[in-house]
């Protein structure tokens, strides 16, 4: 069974600090991973993508993946009380011709002021 | 402006109707999807559609129905055979690419059965 591995949280960092948020997967073939942001009683909203081993920056996100260990995380810098969400983390495999996403079951984030 | 649309935002069901939930989208994307999700269990995938007139079940199928008869539109019919319909159901969509796969979600529908 593929498997997308996430602490449950809650987070809790304060005002300004940086959130780490960290994520595992079991298919060493997998390419594609995505950040979303779900806010209480809200449909996820992606945030970040990343396809390539390395770091990518977008504004105060930073996505870090490592094929090798089969590890994605997300860093949150400068963190904000409206950053205080379920983030959800997604890998995409490739079952023969379909493709689909498998989801971790997210980590809450609090942001204290 | 581009989005994904679905209706109702609430819907409520007695026990043994069948229920349909609209998805529509005009992204001009491909595939389709249908999630559920509830309290602690994160996003299951119910159907799921790569192109019109065409659909697979995803892991929890049993008692939904789906059609694709349009690009835009996914529609999902909760029919009396589902045991515990109550859940936050989310449709989203996407291009079909060699390795993406970035979804994009609609607001959701939340359904009750009384």
């Known amino acids: 069974q593929k498997e997308v591995e996430q602490n449950s949280g809650p987070l809790s960092v304060p005002e300004g600090a940086i959130a780490s948020l960290n994520c595992t997967y079991s298919?060493?073939?997998?390419?594609?991973f995505f950040w979303y942001r779900q806010y209480s009683g809200k449909s996820p909203e992606l945030i970040m993508s990343i396809y390539s081993n390395g770091d990518k920056e977008d504004g105060r996100f930073t996505a870090q993946l490592n094929k090798a260990s089969q590890y994605v995380s997300l860093l949150i810098r400068d963190s904000q009380p409206s950053d205080s969400a379920t983030y959800l983390c997604a890998v995409n495999i490739n079952a023969g011709n379909n493709r689909k996403l498998i989801w971790g079951l997210g980590t809450s984030l609090a942001v204290n002021p | 402006d581009g989005g994904i649309t679905q209706s109702p935002k609430y819907l409520f069901r007695k026990e043994g109707q069948n229920v349909t939930l609209s998805c529509e989208q005009n992204?001009?994307?491909?595939?389709m999807y249908w999630y559920r999700q509830d309290p602690g269990q994160g996003l299951r995938l119910i159907y799921y559609?790569?192109?019109?007139?065409?659909?697979q079940k995803g892991d929890i199928a049993e008692g939904y129905s789906v059609s694709r008869e349009k690009k835009e539109s996914f529609p999902l019919t909760v029919t009396s055979a589902q045991k515990n319909p109550t859940a936050f159901y989310l449709c989203a969509s996407s291009v079909t690419g060699v390795t993406f796969n970035e979804q994009f979600f609609g607001p959701g529908t939340r359904l009750t059965v009384l």
């Open positions: 992204l001009n994307h491909d595939a």
């Open positions: 559609s790569q192109i019109v007139n065409d659909f």
């Open positions: 298919d060493r073939v997998s390419q594609s």
